[in-house]
């Protein structure tokens, strides 16, 4: 084992997690079935010379991340522009049965309201449905962002946050956001860093996700905005563990003596307008893993 977390101590953190939860975690009955959870983790990945922190204790399906991410960077809340890409991580949340659950009944089936893609680049633009055009509407966050790290007079700002948590169109949403708030810090010139704070995270299946997705998107912003990514600094407040996870999470912890270092990535081409970054502008290169692990994804 001391080879394998040698190869990747960085993974280590998060199967230490997994650990942790399951022989401490708190017994709860939450929104949708019973999980073990702790309250407060942090975690480090460094992202030197292209690396992206994708786990490579089970098979991670880093393609439909990254289709994920780009979907939020668009702007879009249309969760059948996902479907379209055999994505189907928020179908559960878009179906007619879940919005009724929520009070959504004037939304349309895989209309998912102002979630994510809406508040990045939309903030609190009054919304209508998955169809409008905003463009012009609410605060683009991202492009700010974008707007300030291109400034060499600004892009060492203490500002540089982007929120997806506004209370006045949380009941709007079909899933209020658990990943809420990432800020970007440039050091040394040209070395971009991100941190997230999450509010809730399920850390069998969503939490390796959000750990590769804010990953890329620390990447594309340095490639975009001629800098450097250099560290994702990672801090959630409710990490738990459904209870139809433990026995596949136990059997994850058994890889920990398989890890591999993580792979890297390259991002080809550099657009004016970052909603043009397509999948195929992006490779990773060198990503060994273990076999994947079947979870149900619960809603």
Same mark, same amino acid.
């Given at each position: 084992?001391?080879?394998?977390?040698?190869?990747?101590?960085?993974?280590?953190?998060?199967?230490?997690?997994?650990?942790?939860?399951?022989?401490?975690?708190?017994?709860?009955?939450?929104?949708?079935?019973?999980?073990?959870?702790?309250?407060?983790?942090?975690? @480090?990945?460094?992202? #030197?010379?292209?690396?992206? *922190?994708?786990?490579?204790?089970?098979?991670?399906?880093?393609?439909?991340?990254?289709? #994920?991410?780009?979907?939020?960077?668009?702007?879009?809340?249309?969760?059948?522009?996902?479907?379209?890409?055999?994505?189907?991580?928020?179908?559960?949340?878009?179906? @007619?049965?879940?919005?009724?659950?929520?009070?959504?009944?004037?939304?349309?089936?895989?209309?998912?309201?102002?979630?994510?893609?809406?508040?990045?680049?939309?903030?609190?633009?009054?919304?209508?449905?998955?169809?409008?055009?905003?463009?012009?509407?609410?605060?683009?966050?991202?492009?700010?962002?974008?707007?300030?790290?291109?400034?060499?007079?600004? @892009?060492?700002?203490?500002?540089?946050?982007?929120?997806?948590?506004?209370?006045?169109?949380?009941?709007?949403?079909?899933?209020? *956001?658990?990943?809420?708030?990432?800020?970007?810090?440039?050091?040394?010139?040209?070395?971009?860093?991100?941190?997230? =704070? $999450?509010?809730?995270?399920?850390?069998?299946?969503?939490?390796?996700?959000?750990?590769?997705?804010?990953?890329?998107?620390?990447?594309?912003?340095?490639?975009?905005?001629?800098?450097?990514?250099?560290?994702?600094?990672?801090?959630?407040?409710?990490?738990?563990?459904?209870?139809?996870?433990?026995?596949?999470?136990?059997?994850?912890?058994?890889?920990?003596?398989?890890?591999? *270092?993580?792979?890297?990535?390259?991002?080809?081409?550099? =657009?004016?307008?970052?909603?043009?970054?397509?999948?195929?502008?992006? $490779?990773?290169?060198?990503?060994?893993?273990?076999?994947?692990?079947?979870?149900?994804?619960?809603?």
């Amino acid at each position: 084992m001391t080879e394998a977390i040698e190869n990747n101590k960085e993974e280590q953190q998060y199967l230490d997690l997994i650990r942790t939860i399951l022989q401490t975690g708190s017994l709860e009955e939450g929104r949708n079935g019973t999980v073990k959870s702790i309250f407060g983790a942090s975690m @480090r990945f460094s992202l #030197e010379n292209g690396r992206v *922190p994708i786990l490579t204790s089970k098979k991670t399906a880093w393609k439909t991340c990254l289709k #994920e991410l780009l979907w939020f960077i668009s702007g879009s809340t249309d969760n059948q522009k996902l479907i379209d890409k055999g994505v189907h991580i928020w179908s559960g949340n878009g179906s @007619r049965d879940f919005l009724d659950s929520r009070g959504l009944l004037h939304l349309k089936e895989n209309d998912l309201g102002p979630v994510y893609g809406h508040q990045w680049r939309h903030f609190n633009a009054t919304y209508t449905d998955k169809n409008t055009d905003y463009t012009g509407k609410g605060i683009d966050q991202l492009q700010k962002i974008i707007d300030c790290l291109k400034d060499l007079k600004q @892009r060492h700002s203490r500002r540089l946050v982007m929120s997806a948590w506004n209370p006045q169109q949380l009941d709007e949403m079909a899933l209020p *956001p658990c990943h809420i708030m990432a800020q970007f810090n440039v050091s040394h010139g040209n070395k971009l860093s991100c941190s997230l =704070y $999450q509010r809730s995270a399920d850390v069998g299946l969503g939490m390796p996700f959000n750990i590769a997705s804010y990953a890329f998107l620390t990447h594309i912003l340095a490639k975009h905005c001629n800098l450097e990514a250099t560290e994702f600094v990672y801090m959630v407040g409710n990490c738990h563990i459904y209870e139809e996870h433990f026995d596949a999470l136990k059997g994850q912890l058994l890889m920990q003596n398989e890890l591999h *270092p993580f792979p890297t990535i390259e991002i080809s081409n550099i =657009y004016k307008n970052i909603n043009d970054y397509k999948i195929e502008d992006i $490779q990773v290169f060198n990503y060994k893993c273990n076999n994947a692990i079947s979870m149900k994804m619960i809603v």
